[in-house]
């Protein structure tokens, strides 16, 4: 992966390396803004996202969550403390007692808030890891003026402006999705229907897991992880495109993310992992 975005992370991680995540100087948002962004840039802050020990993050509702449901936290499947999971692995309502630092606009730190539970993680088919908090919603609202980010039901469009935003970082990144990948490989993995970003969002080691949100909408889209750094083909920190008939394709320094459409159906009454509801397409265990 191009570590301005996942690869960073994935090279560390492989490396065995611990909090900081880049090697790479972190870029500000000026430097990523698109003339198209810039009308709709004031809708979307760095409110609501988190920093991990070495990754990014965000924290989320669906459209069905109350403000009394435990609150959510989404990153990257391998943003875990544990390292990557294998092809096929799927974690499932694990305890944890990790913590996040939450953000407001300004990207100040406003509190620190604590998992309850790995309620879901895996890198098959999409990076994913969802935890859930020790406080609600309501609580977070109240005690520190934050509003979760909601999570789109819907598969996002191409050409939509998105803001990438990273709590590690705290910057802003800019552009707009590009198109749709069919299967993007790296390394062992495979992740199905990827997002891929125009130029502009050029991000880097830290900002993975980082929330993608719609300019337009300010709900989250994707969840980004990864990129594309030297122009090899298909290995870690080197994604290539897979299209249909098995051509490749290497797109050196473009970046990634995966949707994040398919997760509401598959959480439930009090936010919930439910892999067995009706409509819920992530990989089962």
């Not at 803001?163 to 992740?191: H, M, P, Q």
């Not at 300010?218 to 051509?247: L, Q, R």
Request: glycine share 8%; charged share 15%.
């Amino acid at each position: 992966m191009r570590k301005p975005l996942v690869a960073v992370f994935i090279a560390l991680a492989i490396a065995g390396a611990g909090a900081a995540p880049a090697v790479a100087a972190p870029v500000s948002a000026s430097t990523t803004e698109t003339k198209a962004a810039a009308p709709t840039l004031q809708a979307v802050s760095l409110a609501g996202t988190v920093a991990l020990s070495n990754c990014s993050g965000s924290v989320v509702r669906f459209p069905n969550s109350l403000d009394t449901d435990p609150a959510l936290v989404l990153s990257n499947g391998h943003c875990l403390t544990s390292g990557f999971l294998d092809p096929g692995e799927v974690l499932t309502n694990q305890t944890s007692t990790r913590t996040f630092g939450l953000l407001n606009s300004s990207g100040t730190r406003v509190a620190t808030l604590r998992a309850s539970k790995l309620a879901y993680a895996t890198m098959t088919d999409t990076d994913v890891s969802i935890y859930q908090l020790t406080s609600t919603y309501a609580t977070i609202k109240n005690s520190y003026g934050i509003t979760a980010l909601t999570v789109q039901d819907t598969h996002p469009t191409a050409g939509t402006a998105i803001t990438v935003a990273s709590g590690y970082w705290k910057r802003l990144y800019n552009c707009n999705i590009d198109a749709f990948v069919y299967r993007l490989k790296e390394g062992d993995w495979t992740w199905k229907d990827s997002v891929r970003y125009t130029s502009a969002c050029n991000t880097i080691g830290g900002t993975s897991g980082s929330p993608v949100i719609d300019q337009s909408t300010g709900k989250v889209v994707a969840v980004n992880n990864t990129g594309n750094e030297d122009g090899a083909s298909c290995t870690v920190n080197n994604p290539c495109e897979v299209d249909a008939s098995g051509n490749v394709t290497v797109r050196q320094g473009i970046n990634y993310a995966q949707e994040t459409y398919l997760i509401p159906a598959c959480f439930t009454t009090g936010n919930q992992l439910s892999l067995s509801a009706s409509g819920c397409a992530l990989p089962k265990p």
